[in-house]
């Protein structure tokens, strides 16, 4: 067995309705704004295998079953006075031999990102050290909201794949994709200095 973290892209709301509908309605309003036709919105999660098992890593909305599902950290959703509620709230799954639950829906995954081991054990280190902004905002000043795409690209880079050089499916959209990449890029600078 090679160790190897592959990207997964699920269509946003994949298996939910509300979900979906309100992602279509948010790309709607973005392109109006951007003078541009809306694109399909894209939500991701990682699976990284390594000798002692598979670890999924996905953003999902807090659930009573957190423990079980190997939940690393939480966040707050939507506005900043819920940091301290018990919902709505987030929270990242580092799942050992889990699963993703809408991975039928994946269009053109899984992606490879990588097959150095070391890398994955970085990936997987990594998420004690990942930041729990507020869902839906840009608190952290990088020009985009932060979410689950913003989850994904911060643990590629920190685990020290190239986030960078990857797209979402032909014609859609990861939002939140580069603030992941920035807030990555400020840690590691920081680190450094």
């Known amino acids: 067995m090679t160790p190897h973290a592959d990207l ?36 991701t999660a990682l699976v990284v295998r ?7 890593i996905e953003q999902v909305p807090a659930s009573w079953h957190g423990a079980s599902r190997g939940v690393v950290c939480t966040g707050p959703v939507g506005v900043r006075p819920t940091r301290f509620l018990p919902f709505p709230r987030y929270e990242v799954h580092c799942w050992r031999n889990g699963i993703i639950a809408d991975v039928a829906d994946a269009v053109a995954s899984p992606v490879r990102v990588t097959t150095d081991a070391d890398v994955c054990r970085r990936m997987l280190a990594c998420l004690a050290e990942l930041p729990t902004p507020t869902w839906g905002r840009d608190e952290l000043g990088t020009g985009e909201m932060w979410n ?3 989850v994904t ?9 190239d986030g960078a050089r990857i797209a979402p499916p032909r014609g859609g959209r990861a939002p939140g994709w580069a603030a992941g990449l920035t807030v990555a890029d400020r840690d590691r600078v920081a680190s450094s200095g």
């Not at 690209?153 to 794949?161: P, T």
Request: glycine content about 14%; aromatic content about 10%.
């Open 153 to 161: 690209a911060w643990v590629l880079a920190a685990g020290g794949v």
């Open 8 to 43: 997964y892209w699920l269509p946003l709301g994949a298996g939910g309705h509300v979900v979906r509908r309100v992602g279509q309605l948010y790309e709607r309003i973005v392109a109006a704004r951007g003078d541009r036709a809306p694109r399909e919105l894209f939500h």
């Open 148 to 150: 689950s795409n913003s």
């Open 50 to 56: 390594l000798p002692d098992g598979d670890f999924v």
